[in-house]
């Protein structure tokens, strides 16, 4: 559940105006939902390891260490502090943070790849990147918040029936709309490797996480542009808010344009670095893929402007539709065009998510002539 955006769109004018007695309960709801959220996480994911597992064919040996490695699902919710880091401006964290577990990350991996080990090695390392990282997030919202985590925790479960007017339809609301886009392309992986067997799917997923990288400094911007924006709505600046969101919009779309041009030309080269080997199309299925990730890249303006101004249940309702019809779509593409057709239909996708994206600015125009 994204409880970093409820913490901060309710909590924002509490933190403002330092009435910490409210702010504390806001905090203690955003906790609640992480815990939540890892209960669900890890009870699914112990679930569907069996479930697939079986299905796809895994020995004991894999269905055991995907077992375990559900047990670091509780060690990925960190929301509530996430939050508290944004709401207190301390920007500067995150990448510490992300510097901290990559290097760990990139460093073990690295070492695990020169020295041929197996399966489980490399669970154990990204597992252990995600507590490297919880930790730190931890850590560093206590600090600016001057907390202590028992205390918060205790106050936390001991308020639980607490909450807002309309904080948990927000709650649901938002977290849809985002875990419908997060498991996209993690379903879309598995439909063609299902399909077109792993060869295939590896490149698919290669080709979607190097368009992905290649973005993903644009993609930061999420976190530090919907503060402000919510900053903007409690003072009622809502010129200043317009004016925000056109100057990222027009930023992004010339940034998008540069990336594309630069996958088209360099892309294979990067695949060929990657994979070790040449493979046929590869910057095309790159350039494709980043066309897709722009207009995901473009959202990030968008889906903050209609959030802050309560339209969170329409982001929802087309995400729902969009991606329930991608699903059939790439099985059908990916069954008469290979590859490419999975290309195509992802793309079209994330090209139907942005245009409704703008049908509900325009449909909602009347929201900023009223304020």
Not at 132 to 143: E, Q
Request: charged share 10%; net charge positive; with cysteine.
């Amino acid at each position: 559940m994204q409880s970093w955006q409820t913490l901060i769109h309710f909590g924002s004018e509490a933190f403002a105006s330092k009435d910490m007695p409210l702010l504390r309960k806001i905090i203690g709801f955003s906790i609640r939902l992480d815990t939540l959220s890892a209960t669900i996480a890890l009870t699914l994911g112990i679930a569907l390891a069996l479930i697939y597992g079986a299905i796809a064919g895994w020995s004991q040996h894999i269905i055991m260490l995907a077992l375990l490695y559900a047990f670091c699902s509780p060690f990925m919710y960190t929301g509530w502090s996430n939050g508290i880091l944004r709401l207190s401006g301390k920007f500067h964290a995150a990448p510490i943070m992300d510097f901290l577990a990559s290097a760990f990350q990139t460093s073990a991996t690295f070492v695990g790849y020169k020295l041929h080990y197996t399966l489980g090695y490399f669970l154990l390392i990204w597992g252990l990147t995600r507590v490297i990282d919880y930790t730190a997030s931890v850590c560093f919202a206590l600090s600016s918040m001057k907390m202590n985590i028992i205390k918060i925790y205790v106050h936390a479960f001991q308020t639980r029936k607490w909450h807002l007017p309309g904080m948990w339809a927000f709650t649901r609301n938002v977290t849809l709309n985002q875990t419908l886009g997060s498991i996209s392309g993690q379903v879309a992986t598995l439909i063609i490797g299902g399909h077109l067997g792993p060869a295939d799917a590896a490149i698919f997923r290669v080709s979607r996480q190097i368009a992905d990288g290649m973005a993903t400094p644009a993609q930061l911007l999420t976190p530090v542009l919907y503060p402000e924006l919510i900053k903007m709505r409690d003072q009622n600046n809502w010129r200043g808010l317009k004016k925000l969101t056109f100057i990222m919009f027009s930023s992004l779309l010339f940034l998008s344009s540069l990336l594309i041009i630069l996958s088209f030309f360099s892309g294979g080269k990067i695949f060929s670095f990657m994979f070790h080997e040449t493979v046929s199309n590869s910057s095309l299925y790159i350039s494709m893929m980043l066309v897709a990730t722009a207009c995901n890249l473009l959202l990030v303006p968008l889906d903050p402007l209609l959030t802050v101004m309560n339209r969170v249940r329409f982001l929802t309702i087309n995400r729902t539709i969009i991606t329930l019809l991608y699903f059939p779509l790439l099985y059908v593409f990916t069954s008469q065009m290979g590859l490419y057709g999975a290309c195509i239909a992802t793309v079209l996708s994330s090209a139907a998510v942005l245009l409704s994206r703008f049908v509900g600015i325009w449909l909602f125009r009347s929201d900023f002539r009223t304020r």
